[in-house]
């Protein structure tokens, strides 16, 4: 029986769920350090920590040993009670963050931490109208997915009335251009509430962004654009919502993405790093705000909410990031990497261009001089780096070519980090990246 599991294909019970993409080849056995390891015995260097999340490497030890303590002493709970790890992870994540953001709730998502924080700014500001990035990813679930502007739009019916799209201030591929033919954000963004003020219907609540647009293409937002975007908010009495699930916790060589800009969001959102791939997220918002939210009866009581086991990992998470400075790290391994990315750009003429901040870098290929399709390049560079030890993910919007989202765990070494900008030299040559 189980000789008959092993050779079924993956896609005979399996739905697949990834748009017209196909599943990894291969059959996963087992992870560790910045490794995954295949059924078959092979090795693939993970440069995007699982889906961008697992910041302390796989099994990290310290992980294991909590997850194995915390299991057999409390796991869940009815969701109105409370637990020690709760209250202690409430209270540390607040002393990261800036005043005022003092007031958490923990889910399982980032989806799940995005729908409670609209429905939060919708009830707080008697408002429902949402305006996002027009190519975020939020999430998958009901308002999350009506947020998404990336991808999975068609087909699936109306969206909910009173979501508007803000154009992507991309610096590489500008929409508005000044004299000298660079990003002019500030008159795009002017352009983009003017739209937006002409479409509402008097009745805005929030504005949900991501400080790095990562599945749009790894787009750091200019300096500036965040504080300027803030005013717009306070301008119609919208709350900022700041999606953090990808930038949070030191990837991007600070504790948050928006201490750069010096901008406090009006409700912050967690996920991904903060279980360094468990689910747990997290919603984090002012105590004036909860209040208000709490006095006209918020609610979103999940089966989930507060649960002891994942934020006892988030403890953990906290404790290793603090004491191993890997925000420190993250800056360090970030300049390496970004240096030798630089190098390949000097050598491929299809590499267009290297951004981002830290350890969440893009890697943006461009139709090559002899004609390489920039697509059917990323896609081709993809297959060669797994075939070669590296698992890699391309963001392929359409006409855009193709973005690789390099992501390593924080915890990578520095011969990692070599290992895999070499591995990513061989598969260019070998496809036509010349």
């Known amino acids: 029986m189980l000789d008959d599991i092993a050779r079924t294909a993956p896609e005979t019970h399996l739905v697949r769920y990834s ?14 350090g910045s490794s995954v390891f295949t059924e078959d015995g092979r090795e693939l260097l993970d440069f995007t920590s699982g889906q961008m999340s697992a910041i302390l490497g796989h099994a990290h030890p310290e992980i294991v040993a909590t997850v194995r303590e915390q299991v057999a002493r ?30 958490a709730m923990f889910l399982t998502t980032g989806a799940e931490a995005n729908e409670a924080a609209l429905r939060m700014a919708k009830l707080v500001t008697r408002g429902h109208e949402v305006v996002s990035f027009a190519r975020s990813w939020h999430g998958m679930t009901q308002a999350a997915a009506n947020a998404t502007y990336s991808a999975g739009r068609v087909g699936y019916g109306p969206a909910a009335p009173g979501n508007f799209a803000l154009p992507v201030p991309d610096r590489f591929r500008p929409g508005i251009v ?7 954000w500030r008159r795009q963004l002017d352009l983009g509430f003017d739209l937006i003020d002409a479409q509402s219907v008097g009745s805005l609540a929030a504005c949900l962004v991501e400080p790095v647009l990562s599945s749009g293409g790894v787009v750091d937002l200019p300096p500036g654009y965040l504080a300027a975007l803030r005013d717009k908010c306070r301008e119609r009495g919208m709350l900022l919502i700041l999606d953090e699930a990808q930038t949070g916790l030191c990837r991007t060589g600070d504790w948050y993405a928006f201490e750069r800009d010096g901008v406090v969001p009006d409700i912050l959102t967690l996920s991904k790093t903060l279980g360094a791939g468990l689910p747990l997220a997290a919603v984090l918002t002012s105590t004036e705000i909860e209040q208000e939210a709490h006095d006209r009866g918020f609610l979103f009581f999940t089966t989930h909410v507060n649960d002891p086991l994942p934020a006892a990992v988030g403890n953990t998470v906290l404790d290793v990031l603090s004491r191993e400075r890997l925000d420190a790290r993250a800056r360090e391994l970030g300049m ?13 003429p299809v ?49 855009m070519g193709g973005t690789f989202r390099i992501a390593p765990p924080l915890t990578a070494t520095d011969a990692e980090i070599d290992r895999g900008l070499a591995i990513l030299d ?3 040559a070998e496809t036509g990246g010349r």
């Open 178 to 184: 000044d004299a000298d033919g660079n990003l002019d």
């Open 19 to 32: 748009g017209r993409g196909a599943f990894s080849p291969g059959i996963i056995a087992r992870a560790e």
């Open 351 to 399: 590499i267009g261009d290297v951004r981002g901040r830290g350890l969440l870098i893009g890697l943006e290929l461009v139709d090559g001089p002899g004609g390489e399709d920039a697509d059917k390049l990323g896609a081709a560079v993809t297959r060669r780096c797994a075939e070669l030890g590296l698992h890699m993910n391309i963001v392929q919007l359409p006409g």
């Open 426 to 428: 061989t598969a260019l």
């Open 336 to 348: 390496r990497l970004r240096g030798g990315l630089a190098e390949l750009a000097g050598r491929y």
């Open 74 to 103: 409390l796991d869940h709970l009815y969701s109105g009670m409370l637990s020690r790890p709760v209250l202690d992870l409430a209270q540390r994540l607040a002393g990261t963050l800036p005043e005022p953001l003092d007031k």
